[in-house]
């Protein structure tokens, strides 16, 4: 069992830039791939940024590559998502997430089983 609690989240003006943390429980964390994803009101949770449970592997939605970036401290339990440049449309609800499997990574929100509670992500134009 993995428990996920995010930080970060907050109101930021267009062009700004947040950085969010993902801290999570248990003595394992390495062998978890961990992502980011958001949600917008009336809109289905989308994937930002996913990365490999050694952190040598990173994939991202097309709309925030070279805007944001994921990266992961094991000895600290701790994923990031560096977001600059931010947009009135990265507006959401940002979830933390983790799936079992040291060499694995993917995308799809159905192969994540841990889940954050959200932090939000207000970007004013």
């Known amino acids: 069992q993995v428990q996920l609690v995010e930080s970060g989240g907050g109101l930021v003006q267009a062009g700004g830039s947040l950085r969010l943390s993902c801290a999570a429980s248990?003595?394992?964390?390495?062998?978890?791939?961990m992502g980011w994803f958001r949600q917008a009101p009336g809109q289905e949770r989308e994937s930002v940024a996913v990365?490999?449970?050694?952190?040598?592997?990173?994939y991202y939605e097309d709309s925030v590559k070279g805007r944001f970036t994921i990266s992961r401290d094991n000895a600290k339990n701790t994923v990031y998502l560096q977001m600059n440049s931010l947009k009135p449309e990265d507006t959401a609800v940002y979830y933390c997430a983790a799936a079992w499997g040291p060499g694995g990574i993917s995308m799809k929100t159905s192969y994540y089983n841990y889940w954050g509670q959200g932090t939000q992500v207000t970007v004013s134009s």
């Open positions: 248990g003595r394992t964390f390495r062998s978890y791939a």
């Open positions: 990365i490999n449970g050694s952190g040598g592997t990173t």
